[in-house]
T-cell receptor, first 115, second 116 residues
Framework: GENVEQHPSTLSVQEGDSAVIKCTYS??????FPWYKQELGKGPQLIID?????GEKKDQRIAVTLNKTAKHFSLHITETQPEDSAVYFC??????????????FGKGMKLTVNP | KAGVTQTPRYLIKTRGQQVTLSCSPI?????VSWYQQTPGQGLQFLFE???????NKGNFPGRFSGRQFSNSRSEMNVSTLELGDSALYLC???????????????FGAGSRLTVL
């Protein structure tokens, strides 16, 4: 089945620096790649997603890139702020044999932005 | 628009007991998925329900079960609790129609289960 690897597991940056989180997936049939942010005591919240027919997507300070050939995708956060501190999860979505879409998540990365 | 509501938020059980967790999806969302979140394993998929039918199931033992009602509300049950079942159980709803591929999940805040 699909397997999603996420690196690094923790990252600490200074406010204003950039942060990059990388994920790889195993199933070439995966076609949907969302990123979720989870703050302490809350559920994961979708921050950006990309589909396999697009190579890059931006939304203000965050951007996601997808390399289908290498089967990896990355989240880039520029000009980090303390409120960006959270756990970030990547996921890969694919169509099951039954015809429904299933998401497989990476194990998460804890980002700490130091003021 | 109300988000995904999960109850209870926190609960403590002892080994051997059973527990039922509840999830109310966003109004109009017909798909509900359940995930187990632990520090070492991240988010592990439990099952997904759509129109009261289980559509997908993860690799969990039969002690984990769920159901969905006609109003799309869902419950999951864990019987004969073990220490390793201690986790945050997350419910997510999606507006997708079956086979549409539009699987944008909105998560609830979760139910934190501690098994002693």
């Amino acid at each position: 089945g699909e397997n999603v690897e996420q690196h690094p597991s923790t990252l600490s940056v200074q406010e204003g620096d950039s942060a990059v989180i990388k994920c790889t997936y195993s199933d070439s049939a995966s076609n949907y790649f969302p990123w979720y942010k989870q703050e302490l005591g809350k559920g994961p919240q979708l921050i950006i997603d990309i589909r396999s027919n697009v190579g890059e997507k931006k939304d203000q300070r965050i951007a996601v890139t997808l390399n289908k050939t290498a089967k990896h995708f990355s989240l880039h956060i520029t000009e980090t702020q303390p409120e960006d501190s959270a756990v970030y999860f990547c996921a890969a979505g694919f169509i099951t044999q039954g015809g429904s879409e299933k998401l497989v998540f990476g194990k998460g990365m804890k980002l700490t932005v130091n003021p | 628009k109300a988000g995904v509501t999960q109850t209870p938020r926190y609960l403590i059980k002892t080994r051997g007991q059973q527990v039922t967790l509840s999830c109310s999806p966003i109004s109009g969302h017909r798909s509900v998925s359940w995930y187990q979140q632990t520090p070492g394993q991240g988010l592990q998929f439990l099952f997904e329900y759509f129109s009261e039918t289980q559509r997908n199931k993860g690799n969990f033992p039969g002690r984990f079960s769920g159901r969905q009602f006609s109003n799309s509300r869902s419950e999951m049950n864990v019987s004969t609790l073990e220490l390793g079942d201690s986790a945050l159980y997350l419910c997510a709803s999606s507006p997708k129609s079956y086979n549409s591929g539009a699987n944008v999940l909105t998560f609830g805040a979760g139910s934190r289960l501690t098994v002693l």
